[in-house]
């Protein structure tokens, strides 16, 4: 767990970090940006969703400081269970969808995922797409054929995996690369870098770069490097 810790707070993160460089303008001026939450809900990933729901908040109040964000839940359990929120600008109303799930033993379903993010954004601009999980228990050939889909209609998707299991990095990793994302793993106490990151991921989602230089000159740290390497690129 230690090794986790220590890897998630600096190797992680600056790999992290290094590979939003080459990510797009988000959200033009004036507009409001979308992010897809999208979550593992299988029976081991209750202890991160409980944190999730208390992080969830501050990516609204973040956004909502560079116009606002609306956020769709999308998360997975159970047998064949793969369900998607209407889109919400409200965090109170996503804490009470979230509070309302309960995580179900079921394997992973995200292709189903990607397919979702796909068709959504046909129809409407997705600005970014956050994904946390521990697990993948699908052919990384499929996964592949998905995100490379979603990559082509430009939605970055930031992978976020608890825990170090490397056929399950190897699949994140690939779909971020896919997709011009990023990938970033965290340990189970790593609550707050994993805010941080959640909360600029937002912010860019909803205001571009801009409006992630003016967070990062108030909140610093994650935030701050996240731009230094958007701005090398």
């Known amino acids: 767990m230690s090794n986790i810790t ?5 190797e992680d993160v600056d ?11 988000a959200a033009p001026g004036g507009k409001r940006g979308r992010l897809i939450l999208a979550m593992d809900a299988t029976m081991s990933r209750q202890s991160t969703w409980d944190r999730a729901l208390s992080i969830q908040a501050q990516m609204f109040n973040e956004a909502g400081r560079v116009g606002g964000l609306d956020v769709q839940l999308v998360f997975f359990r159970g047998f064949n269970q793969c369900q ?24 992973t379903q995200i292709r189903r995922v990607l397919s979702h993010v796909r068709n959504e954004s046909r ?13 993948m228990e699908e052919t990384i050939d499929s996964l592949a054929q998905a995100a490379g889909e979603v990559g082509l209609l430009g939605v970055p998707i930031f992978m976020f995996q608890e825990g170090r299991d490397p056929v399950t990095e190897a699949a994140y990793r690939e779909i971020a690369r896919l997709t011009r ?10 609550a707050k870098i994993l805010g941080e990151l959640l909360s600029a991921v937002a912010v860019y ?19 701050r490097l996240l731009l230094a390497q958007m701005k090398s690129a």
Request: a positive charge.
């Open 84 to 107: 998607a929120s209407r889109w919400t600008s409200d965090a109170a109303a996503l804490g009470r969808l979230m509070s309302g799930v309960r995580c179900m033993g079921g394997h």
């Open 123 to 135: 129809d409407k601009t997705i600005n970014a797409v956050v994904y946390v999980g521990d697990a």
């Open 205 to 223: 989602a909803a205001g571009g770069a801009a409006a992630l230089a003016d967070h990062s000159a108030t909140h610093g740290g994650s935030a």
């Open 15 to 25: 790999r992290f970090l290094e590979q939003v460089k080459s990510l797009p303008p």
């Open 6 to 10: 220590k890897a998630s707070k600096s």
């Open 181 to 190: 994302g990023a990938y970033f793993r965290f340990g189970a106490d790593s």
